[in-house]
């Protein structure tokens, strides 16, 4: 296997970074080069350069799982906020209990479009910029009870003065 150096620190990236930055600003044109080659690059030795990644996850899978598990719970914050907070029927706000509900119960078709995992479902919601149409969050207890469109007891307790 190639040899490789050692992993850069955070700061020596953020340098390199930086740097990177003002180049791209100063001379466009040198920038555009680089990006070129880096494609090109990357066109030629794909297959290398994926499994070279991949031998990097299964003898460290750590580091990418933290980003993932990461990346995750703070678009899960983001989804909740960006849909009320709190329950749509019974107005519970533990995060923990909150879900998307599918008001027009299509939900088996979103998640098939997106893999079948709801955080997927989430990161499409994010580029889409939250849409609102279509989309509830209610707590497992009330998406339970709406299963098969059926009425939340909430609401039939309302209903019924019971
Ligand atoms: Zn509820
Ligand atoms: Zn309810």
Request: aromatic share 6%.
């Amino acid at each position: 296997m190639e040899k490789r150096a050692a992993p850069l620190t955070a700061a020596e990236r953020n340098r390199r970074y930086r740097e990177r930055q003002k180049t791209a600003e100063d001379w466009p044109e040198r920038s555009e080069k680089i990006r070129e080659r880096t494609r090109a690059h990357y066109a030629a030795n794909r297959q290398a350069i994926l499994a070279r990644h991949k031998a990097n996850y299964e003898a460290n899978p750590e580091p990418q799982r933290k980003y993932s598990r990461d990346r995750a719970a703070r678009d899960r914050r983001e989804f909740l906020d960006a849909y009320g907070g709190r329950c749509a029927c019974c107005g519970e706000t533990e995060p923990r209990f909150l879900c998307l509900d599918h008001v027009n119960r299509d939900g088996v078709r979103d998640r098939a479009a997106t893999g079948g995992r709801n955080t997927g479902i989430i990161r499409r919601l994010k580029k889409q910029g939250w849409p609102k149409d279509g989309y509830r969050l209610l707590c497992a207890n009330c998406n339970t009870a709406t299963a098969w469109g059926r009425v939340c007891p909430h609401q039939e307790k309302e209903n019924s003065n019971a």
